[in-house]
């Protein structure tokens, strides 16, 4: 007898990317202070609960794009971001020299890895695509946010793709949930069949 899928969680995991690049466009935009970071390292490791679950499901269910990319997303996005917030703000607090700096190759990676695979969201409804394109170059920023090289206009700029991206998520995560007690929210077509 061959076992059935599970339902998938990929719903959660979205919550999770709303949640964390809300908190990163505020960040970007300014709408908070480093006085922040405590309180969002918080924030970033409860995401790596449903990142992980949705990654996990993700891959038993043989999603091997969306799998991984929840799974990378636990790592580097929720527990990688909880950490140096969470070291920034001591280091702050503390008069600790960290060199943040070591984080845009950390970020160069990722942007790599998301836009590598970004041609793969294009079979996926058109607002999970989007949601994918909005993001890619707010991490390319964000890599270079930490290599010292960004400015306020770069800066608001990934802050505001940041929002949008997570827009998207949070939407896309309501759609996915309530399609499962029969209420279809439109997310367009995909671009590639």
Request: charged letters at 5%.
């Amino acid at each position: 007898m061959a076992e059935s899928e599970w339902a998938s969680a990929a719903a959660g995991g979205l919550v999770g990317y709303a949640v964390m690049t809300y908190m990163a466009g505020a960040m970007f935009v300014g709408l908070v202070s480093s006085g922040s970071l405590l309180l969002a390292s918080g924030v970033a490791f409860a995401a790596i609960i449903p990142y992980f679950v949705a990654a996990v499901i993700g891959l038993r269910n043989n999603d091997i794009l969306g799998g991984n990319t929840f799974l990378y997303f636990t790592g580097f996005f929720a527990a990688g971001s909880g950490f140096s917030w969470l070291l920034t703000y001591l280091s702050t607090v503390n008069g600790w020299g960290i060199d943040p700096r070591i984080l845009g190759y950390e970020w160069l990676v990722l942007s790599f890895v998301l836009i590598a695979t970004t041609y793969g969201y294009m079979k996926a409804p058109l607002a999970m695509f989007l949601m994918i394109l909005t993001v890619d170059p707010a991490l390319i920023i964000t890599a270079l946010y930490y290599l010292g090289l960004t400015g306020p206009l770069l800066n608001s700029i990934a802050g505001w793709l940041y929002f949008i991206t997570g827009t998207l998520a949070w939407y896309i995560a309501a759609a996915e949930m309530l399609k499962g007690v029969g209420v279809n929210l439109p997310l367009g077509k995909p671009i590639l069949e």
